[in-house]
């Protein structure tokens, strides 16, 4: 065992943008998913990425993501508190620069969708903006927020109400072929990847 | 746009397990980690796979992770809230099958490391045992725990207290290497995914 470790003092003792980089990387390979707002059909449509999101339970369908109320995201995590809705749009390898750039620090009356020239676009019955490019989009509604005490995010539970996606790349047992789709995952703040698949298991038995 | 659109009544309707597969799937590629857990290092060491660990904050440095109090990762969670402390353990793409295998409904006398052929191993001043095959290992102190009333799970939150890895892995910026280092990464319940890095973007600016 030759690796190097770093306590909790040397993590602490670290430069911000170091620590940032670092700490972001170490939980793994991350989900790459833009999230559309708006306060309304004919209102300003937000859009933000974020790498925290997480699968929280299939029946009810559940997806949490982490935020943070004090950052770019705050435009976003406020339509969602108001509105009580909003798209999850899976990023593709071919647009990660523009997913990337919708995380700047624009003026509150500038649209990320414009400002990087992604697609807004709308189903019927649902009002917040899904990003037309994504090969996997979802509407999601809030289900609740838990406040996380320890670094004042919030962890943001929402169920899903549509998922739209090509129905050929979901298997007779329903799993959707991510990889075929060209979607992307992040490591870290900055760099994003392509996974190739390597190996499909059978449910485990002893 | 030809793509198909399930409602939230189709998902309710969906055969258990299509609709497990499906709604693992939509959430996009997700962290492949295992837990190590026991309660003392002369006792029974568990190890189970976790595909819901979400980065939380840099500072404090800290990690989510979604469990299910029923299932197979009760003994884990046991252990966890028991002793506080718990390791995680990237998986690496050449032992997917053995980090997939642990988890099966072992007896609780069975160590999911001696039935996988997962090697334990132990830091100095650390209890929980990590995975030596690992190459990125943190030792983690449990934060907090959040119930999710909607589907009757936990938000386990843990503050990182060690982190193990090769330094020639992390950049001068403290990103860290991923693909470089072998590690894996999951689609839905059963598929193993080896990313490859496309792009890295400077920090956003409008």
């Known amino acids: 065992m030759t690796d190097h470790c770093f306590s909790a003092t040397d993590i602490d003792a670290m430069e911000p943008r170091y620590r940032a980089n670092l700490v972001n990387s170490v939980s793994g390979f991350k989900s790459a998913s833009v999230v559309g707002t708006s306060q309304g059909r004919s209102y300003l449509e937000n859009l933000a990425i974020v790498s925290s999101v997480v699968h929280v339970g299939a029946h009810p369908p559940l997806i949490g993501m982490v935020m943070r109320p004090h950052t770019v995201v705050r435009d976003t995590l406020h339509n969602i508190k108001t509105t009580g809705c909003y798209t999850l749009n899976q990023v593709h390898c071919d647009w990660t620069k523009q997913a990337h750039q919708t995380s700047a620090r624009y003026p509150t009356e500038v649209s990320e969708f414009q400002a990087t020239g992604l697609t807004p676009w709308y189903s019927k019955a649902f009002d917040a903006p899904f990003v037309n490019e994504s090969p996997l989009k979802?509407?999601?509604?809030?289900?609740?927020?838990?406040?996380?005490?320890?670094?004042?995010?919030?962890?943001?539970?929402?169920?899903?109400?549509?998922?739209?996606?090509?129905?050929?790349?979901?298997?007779?047992?329903?799993?959707?072929?991510?990889?075929?789709?060209?979607?992307?995952?992040?490591?870290?703040?900055?760099?994003?990847?392509k996974p190739e698949r390597v190996a499909r298991f059978a449910y485990a038995k002893p």
Chains 1, 2 share one sequence.
């Open 138 to 193: 979802l509407a999601m509604k809030v289900e609740s927020i838990l406040p996380i005490t320890a670094n004042n995010t919030e962890f943001v539970i929402g169920r899903i109400h549509q998922v739209w996606i090509n129905k050929e790349k979901i298997s007779e047992q329903g799993q959707v072929d991510l990889s075929e789709l060209g979607i992307a995952c992040i490591s870290g703040l900055d760099t994003y990847h």
